[in-house]
């Protein structure tokens, strides 16, 4: 596919497509893969460094660190995958209708847009928190919530501006219906740069929910999290600086490999920053 | 009128922006099949914005759009509907008018879709459509930027036929184009309009293009009709000075300079502000006194009508 | 009246760099411009016409490749002259205006500030004051009423005929030895470019340098060259004085273009004479006479290029018949 090859044509955007490709293989074949269960107890072999039985060394209970790394990203990545494709649709739904709707609607929908996002996003979460309590579910609606006027806005923005492009018009003179031309004409117009911007945002998602989880208002132990596994680890840090370098790595992989690819899918998907072969 | 069944006309048709720019100020105008019909005018002069409400485009103000007898200014949703399937309108830039991510075969399919037509019995109408545009059947799975600004002049055009409309508002439809290839276009129009018996409206700036394919002309001015007729007879005596003006203004080859030529001094004012009187008078060569305060109204006969107090002696 | 020669294109190929090859935009284009007249250089879209007068003003695009050649000005050389001197050329000795005065004039500053910046090439030991001073009297000049509000004004507060005319007054006040204007009406509405042709006509009485005109409008450049050259697929295929080329043709490309053009007063009814196929390919050109594919008196001989020669005093045709 042109769009890959096209991504991979940077060195930048073939670090991100790795690193993305191996945090979420790591994720997908955790099971397969990891040489422990990420909750099994060793509590004869604590803090250790790694070794030939633990790859990267066990934590303060003496889990091993690499399987609860690999588990950690299924959570990481299906966070941060769910609330963007959640916030993805909620933001062009709201968005789509703030642009087409009548003035009264346009203007709450934005209202609540300023709202949200006039709070600093982790302090936001942590209000939420408060109100649902934590929790997985909890966590991926609030997250969700958060980067829902983004996208909403950027929506808007797109429908309002090919909107007025001349094929709209052309079409209604054809006697297309607003819906028809909403779903057939505006629609496919506006999804690409907002999944672009979707794409930068998994590594943010990533960043609030391991926050969150490290203020111990995230995921709940004994689910293994990145944030979680930081916390634990912070605590013990003067025994071992392996749990701490472990998740800390994972979670830089991740969020180095995401922003390097949504930066390329970005550069690889605008007409104006292609240059001809 | 007796042959409304075959007519598209506006009566008295109003247009005001938000903002007040009133772009169309009370024009009545018909369009008949088999006729070409005109619409000069400068910008400002709300040529445009009159195409457009006659495809539903744009929503009067006040005046009435009737088509083939029937008053559609409610325009309820079957009513636009059956209006957009009798006027089909062809649009500027004609690439920009086609939906980029649809293939040329989906876009000329959409009007089938849209007016609920039975597909079978519509395709190979397109099909031989196409042909006779000369285009090929490789075009139907391209992409609209991946054809020439030609080839996409004439799926606009194949597009707009789809529903064997009756009447087609061409907007600038040889904007842009080349000399050599402009006669194309208009052969090509004039070739579909004998075999659909067609009503044609032409909106454009370029007198020649008007000049020479239309059978009745109106000027318009600042959302006014200043004078319309028929075409031969408005272009070889303009009785109203503005059509003078603006016959005398157009560039055409006269290496030897023997034509006087007539300049318009000042700018066309804003058509949000308008003046008194006669909307002409700020720039007319033959202003007087009742012109700034008195408006005229169009007056002659059916071959030839101005709206001027002081119109041009006729030449015949 | 003496024909003396200011700018003399010897032999002009330039080349762009695409995807798919070298387009070779124009190819051995030789033209005189004489001083002290009106050139009109006409032609259709791919004619080459608006690259030739980008190679004039040494603004050729990014994505030129090859050029060779020479344009003399007064015997030297411009496509030997260092940029940095080009540069100060282009505001003195060689001066533009554009088809869209919106996008050529900044939107930033007023009239007042671009048109001082516009002469400071040309009058370097002069003030601000003394330059605006000069600006006020020129656009009085172009026909601009109440020069000093204008000055003061930025360009999207004025008409597209008013900043049009702020742009000749800028090229006049580089006092150019050769003034381009690429499609100067273009964009224009037919009353208000009446007026500009009008204004450009005037202004040929006390402008000592030459115009060269750029455009696809055979009226326009009937109405105010004094010579023309028409151009196909980047050659020169005839030159002549305006009254000369339009009386006597004697290119067929020429002739098919005066028998598009369309005229009102034609019968209506019988179809519009066109001219059949398109432009060749640029990139692989094909040998012989360049409108040999698309030329209705097209014989054995064509498949040879013909030169453009004399056919009369100062009438050229690139064609075999001629």
């Keep these: 596919m042109g769009l890959l090859r096209r991504i991979w044509a940077s060195p930048s955007g073939r670090l991100g497509m790795v690193a993305t490709l191996l945090v979420i293989l790591g994720g997908v074949a955790a099971p397969l893969i990891a040489t422990h269960m990420p909750n099994q107890l060793d509590v004869a072999a604590r803090l250790t460094p790694p070794s030939g039985a633990h790859w990267l060394g066990t934590d303060h209970l003496g889990r091993d660190l690499f399987s609860r790394a690999l588990f950690g990203t299924r959570i990481a990545v299906g966070v941060a995958l769910a609330v963007t494709a959640t916030a993805l649709v909620a933001g062009i739904l709201l968005g789509v209708t703030a642009a087409t709707a009548p003035p009264v609607i346009e203007r709450t929908i934005l209202a609540a847009f300023d709202i949200v996002s006039s709070f600093p996003s982790l302090i936001l979460a942590l209000a939420l928190v408060a109100v649902l309590g934590p929790g997985l579910l909890n966590i991926i609606i609030l997250v969700t919530v958060v980067f829902v006027p983004q996208f909403g806005r950027v929506a808007r923005a797109q429908t309002l501006a090919v909107k007025e492009r001349p094929f709209v018009e052309a079409e209604r003179a054809l006697g297309a219906s607003g819906g028809r031309i909403l779903a057939f004409h505006i629609l496919p117009n506006i999804v690409g740069p907002i999944v672009v911007l979707a794409s930068m945002n998994i590594p943010v998602v990533i960043t609030l929910e391991a926050g969150l989880s490290f203020l111990g208002v995230g995921i709940r132990p004994p689910l293994a999290s990145w944030g979680t596994m930081l916390f634990d680890g912070f605590t013990y840090l003067e025994q071992s600086v392996w749990p701490v370098l472990v998740a800390g790595g994972s979670l830089t992989l991740a969020t180095l490999g995401f922003t390097l690819f949504g930066e390329a899918l970005r550069d690889a998907l605008d007409p104006k920053l292609r240059r001809e072969p | ?316 | ?322």
Excluded at chain 2, 136 to 160: N, T
Excluded at chain 2, 277 to 283: A, I, P, Q
Excluded at chain 3, 222 to 227: G, K, Q, T, V, W
């Design chain 2, 1 to 316: 009128m007796t042959d409304s069944v075959q007519t598209i006309e506006v009566e008295e048709l109003r247009i005001t922006f938000s903002g007040g720019v009133q772009a169309v100020a009370g024009i009545s105008l018909a369009l008949k099949i088999g006729e070409t019909v005109g619409l000069v005018g400068e910008s400002g002069s709300g040529k445009t914005t009159l195409a457009k409400a006659l495809v539903g485009l744009n929503r009067p103000t006040s005046g009435k759009v009737k088509l083939e007898g029937r008053d559609l200014t409610s325009l309820t949703r079957a009513d636009r509907l059956w209006l957009r399937r009798r006027v089909q309108m062809i649009f500027q830039d004609p690439l920009s008018s086609l939906s980029p991510r649809m293939k040329i075969a989906s876009l000329l399919a959409e009007p089938i879709k849209i007016h609920g037509l039975d597909r079978h019995e519509r395709w190979p109408k397109v099909l031989d459509l196409l042909a006779r545009l000369g285009l090929s059947k490789a075009q139907l799975e391209k992409y609209p930027h991946q054809i020439s600004g030609g080839q996409a002049r004439r799926v606009a055009i194949a597009r707009a036929l789809v529903t064997d409309p009756s009447f087609l508002i061409a907007d600038e439809p040889t904007a842009g184009l080349d000399v050599s290839v402009q006669g194309e276009l208009l052969n090509l129009l004039a070739d579909l309009q004998k075999r659909h018996s067609l009503g044609i409206l032409i909106v454009s700036h370029n007198l020649n293009v008007i000049g020479r394919v239309t059978d009745r002309v109106a000027i318009m001015y600042l959302g006014k009709i200043l004078e319309e007729g028929v075409t031969r007879t408005v272009f070889r005596s303009p009785r109203h000075p503005y059509t003078h003006a603006l016959l005398s203004a157009n560039p055409v080859i006269d290496p030897e300079h023997k034509r006087e030529k007539l300049v318009l001094s000042g700018e066309i004012p804003s058509p949000s502000n308008p003046p008194s009187g006669c909307r002409f008078h700020t720039r007319c060569l033959k202003v007087q006194d009742r012109c700034r305060v008195e408006e005229p109204v169009l007056t002659g006969t059916e071959g030839q009508r101005y709206a001027c107090h002081f119109p041009l002696e006729s030449a015949a």
């Design chain 3, 1 to 322: 009246m003496n024909r003396e020669t200011l700018v003399e294109i010897k032999n002009l190929s330039v080349d762009f760099s695409t995807a798919k090859g070298a387009l070779h935009v124009l190819r051995d284009v030789s033209l005189s411009i004489p001083r002290n007249r009106v050139v009109g250089l006409v032609g259709e879209s791919g004619s080459g016409k608006s690259t030739l007068a980008l190679a004039l003003l040494g603004l050729l695009p990014d994505n030129t490749g090859e050029v060779s050649g020479r344009i003399e000005l007064d015997g030297e050389n411009l496509l030997d002259v260092p940029p940095e001197e080009l540069r100060r050329l282009r505001g003195g000795r060689i001066a533009m205006i554009f088809q869209d005065p919106m996008t050529s004039l900044n939107p930033v500053f007023s009239i007042g500030t671009q048109l001082v910046d516009a002469q400071r090439n040309r009058h370097p030991q002069l003030g601000r004051r003394e330059l605006l001073k000069r600006a006020d009297e020129m656009l009085k000049r172009v026909g601009i009423s109440n020069p000093e509000a204008r000055l003061a004004a930025y360009p999207h507060q004025l008409s597209g005929g008013m900043r049009q005319r702020v742009m000749i007054a800028m090229a006049l006040l580089c006092e150019p030895d050769i003034l381009i204007a690429d499609e100067p009406t273009t964009a224009l509405d037919v009353t208000i470019e009446a007026q500009i042709v009008r204004l450009l006509d005037d202004l040929r009485a006390d402008f000592s340098g030459s115009i060269v005109l750029v455009s696809h409008s055979l009226g326009l450049i009937s109405e105010l060259c004094d010579e023309v050259a028409v151009m196909y697929a980047g050659k020169v295929v005839e030159s002549a004085p305006t009254k000369i080329l339009f009386g006597n043709p004697r290119h067929p490309y020429t002739l098919a273009l005066l028998a598009c053009e369309i005229d009102p007063e034609d019968e209506p009814g019988e179809a519009l004479v066109t001219i059949k196929g398109g432009l060749p390919d640029l990139i692989d050109v094909p040998k012989g006479c360049i409108f040999a594919a698309r030329c209705p008196s097209r014989f054995g001989k064509c498949v040879e290029e013909p030169p453009l020669c004399e056919v009369e005093a100062g009438h050229k045709s690139a064609c075999w018949l001629a």
